[in-house]
């Protein structure tokens, strides 16, 4: 799930944007969730913008309690 982005930074047809991300998955069963920061670099292009690169970045995973 991704939320509003908290930084988006624009400069001609280049683009730099963080997000606040939570990751619920499985693990060996057991329900985790991981709350991060997805971090974007764009480029825009005739079609829009494209993602150049990213980052995920934040602690690790806990269980869901």
């Known amino acids: ?15 730099y944007a963080i997000l ?3 990751h619920i998955f499985k693990m060996k069963g057991r329900a985790m969730r991981e709350v991060a920061q997805l971090t974007f670099t764009l480029a825009k292009d005739p079609a829009g913008w494209k993602i150049v690169s ?5 602690p690790k995973a806990i269980p869901v309690r």
């Open 20 to 22: 606040p991300a939570t």
């Open 1 to 15: 799930m991704l939320g509003a982005p908290t930084r988006v930074e624009v400069s001609g047809n280049r683009a």
């Open 54 to 58: 990213w980052a995920w970045t934040g």
